[in-house]
């Protein structure tokens, strides 16, 4: 069996579907943190069958909350200090992300003004709908920067 020590004081996103935790990784961009980071890939799970983990040793707020939410709202964050679970944070879908998606519309504002910021607002919450802010044109999956 695989033994990953316990970390002091950071966070640890558990219940991430199986092999997405590399792009994770890399939303969150902690490739670009000073910090320990222990990806854990096809962890077997009760639950889920496999499952992905991710052990971070840093602050809390160096996570984005918002953009793990929109990635996946299943994910279970436990905040940990002194080797313990403090806090489980619950993620929700975001109201509103900024450039995390990219318009894909060539007519939107978006394409012409190249610095302004991209904005994806949740318009329909149950089948977890994002529309640009600008133009209104959907997200669809694939519009990531």
Known sequence: MLNVGKIEEGFVLDH???GKSMSIYHDLKLDRLDCTVAIIKNAKSNKMGKKDILKVECDIDMLDLDILGFIDHNI?????????IVEKKDLVLPKEIKNVIKCKNPRCITSIEQELTHVFVLTDPEKEIYRCKYCEEMYSGNMRK
């Open 16 to 18: 991430i579907k199986a």
């Open 76 to 84: 279970t964050v436990n905040v940990i200090k002194d080797g313990e």
